[in-house]
């Protein structure tokens, strides 16, 4: 069975930086796409950046980009999300999972529990 564990969340205050990490038990992040998602209070679970398996590309909504970084470290199978210049409306719980792939963000396994974020001053 496949599952995420996603930490490094927490409190920050506006202008701040954390780094998320994704890691998962029962596969090999290396060989799948893997997305960021996020999901505010009273909103939707949305992808946000994105990582390929072949050529580790990258992607980002344009919410993120310029603040965050997705990576990978294939020999700790983890996946990455720094996230720099944190906004208050960058709060949210995140969450990373495979996807089918970059351009729609159909999730591939089940979620983890997530990490919340909180930019607040």
């Known amino acids: 069975q496949v599952q995420f564990v996603e930490s490094g969340g927490g409190l920050v205050q506006p202008g701040g930086s954390l780094r998320l990490s994704c890691r998962a038990s029962?596969?090999?992040?290396?060989?799948?796409?893997i997305g960021w998602f996020r999901q505010a209070p009273g909103k939707e679970r949305e992808g946000f950046s994105c990582?390929?398996?072949?050529?580790?590309?990258?992607y980002y909504a344009d919410s993120v980009k310029g603040r965050f970084t997705i990576s990978r470290d294939n020999a700790y199978n983890t996946v990455y999300l720094q996230m720099n210049s944190l906004k208050p409306e960058d709060r949210a719980v995140y969450y990373c999972?495979?996807?089918?792939?970059?351009?729609?963000?159909?999730?591939?396994?089940?979620w983890g529990q997530g990490t919340q974020v909180t930019v607040s001053s």
């Open positions: 990582i390929n398996a072949d050529d580790s590309s990258t």
């Open positions: 029962g596969i090999t992040l290396r060989d799948y796409a």
């Open positions: 999972v495979t996807v089918w792939n970059c351009r729609d963000y159909r999730p591939l396994n089940s």
